[in-house]
C-alpha cells in the first residue's frame, strides 16, 4: 500500500496563477486533511472533508478550495496564488467515525513557492 | 479556544542525556494528546498518544489535566531522535482535527 500520497513534490507559481495540488489514499480512510506547514507556526489545517461529496474549513481556509468527488481523492486548489501562500502542504488521513480521535496518517508534502 | 503550546523551538542535548520537550494545552472539555514527529526526508508520522499509555522508542508522555500538560520524555537521548516534533490534541467536535503546536527540533550531539 502506497498510504497517502501527494502529487506533485515540488512547484514554482507566479503571482495570480492557479495550480491544484492532488492528495489519494488507498486505506479507504473516511476523513482527509489538508494541512500548511510554516516555520514557527506548527501544521495548521486549511480545509477537511468527513466523506465524500463533503468539505469543511479549517483554521486557515481563506484563498484556497477543496473537492473531495472520490473517497481516495481530496484535491487543494489555489485560484490566485499569492507569496503569502509559499509553503509546505500536507495531506492527511484518518479513518472516521470508526475510530474517533484516532491517529492521522500523512503524506510527503508538496513544497510550494509562489513568487 | 483549543491551543497547544510548545515554548522551545530547539532543544539540543548530548547523548545519553535525558530529554524532555515541553507541551502545554489549553482546552475546555476532555482532550485525546499525540506526539507526531518527524525525521529527515520522512512524513510526518505518529510517535505516541496519550491514551495508549505506551512507551515507544523510549519515550514517554503523560497527560497531567491538572497543569494541561503532555511533556514528552525519555532517560537517555540518542542520535537518531534527532527530528522534528510536534505536540497535538484532538477535541470533540466532529472531524478527528487536529491542533499543532510550533514544534520543537531536538538535536542529539555526539
Known amino acids: 500500500n502506497a498510504g497517502v500520497t501527494q502529487t506533485p513534490k515540488f512547484r514554482v507559481l507566479k503571482t495570480g496563477q492557479s495550480m491544484t495540488l492532488l492528495c489519494a489514499q488507498d486505506m479507504n480512510h473516511e476523513y482527509m486533511y489538508w494541512y500548511r506547514q510554516d516555520p514557527g507556526m506548527g501544521l495548521r489545517l486549511i480545509h477537511y472533508s468527513v466523506g465524500e461529496g463533503t468539505t469543511a474549513k479549517g483554521e486557515v481556509p481563506d484563498g484556497y478550495n477543496v473537492s473531495r468527488l472520490k473517497k481516495q481523492n481530496f484535491l487543494l486548489g489555489l485560484e490566485s496564488a499569492a507569496p503569502s501562500q509559499t509553503s509546505v502542504y500536507f495531506c492527511?488521513?484518518?479513518?472516521?467515525?470508526?475510530?474517533?480521535?484516532?491517529?492521522?496518517?500523512f503524506g510527503p508534502g508538496t513544497r510550494l513557492t509562489v513568487l | 479556544a483549543q491551543r497547544v503550546t510548545q515554548p522551545e523551538k530547539l532543544l539540543s542535548v548530548f547523548k545519553g542525556a535525558p530529554v524532555e520537550l515541553k507541551c502545554n494545552y489549553s482546552y475546555s472539555g476532555s482532550p485525546e494528546l499525540f506526539w507526531y514527529v518527524q525525521y529527515s526526508r520522512q512524513r510526518l508520522q505518529l510517535l505516541l498518544r496519550?491514551?495508549s499509555r505506551e512507551s515507544i522508542k523510549g519515550f514517554t508522555a503523560d497527560l497531567n489535566k491538572g497543569e494541561t500538560s503532555f511533556h514528552l520524555k525519555k532517560p537517555f537521548a540518542q542520535e537518531e531522535d534527532s527530528a522534528m516534533y510536534y505536540c497535538a490534541l484532538s477535541g470533540v467536535s466532529g472531524g478527528n482535527k487536529l491542533v499543532f503546536g510550533a514544534g520543537t527540533i531536538l538535536r542529539v550531539k555526539s
Open positions: 496519550h491514551i
Open positions: 492527511a488521513s484518518s479513518y472516521g467515525r470508526l475510530r474517533l480521535r484516532d491517529e492521522q496518517f
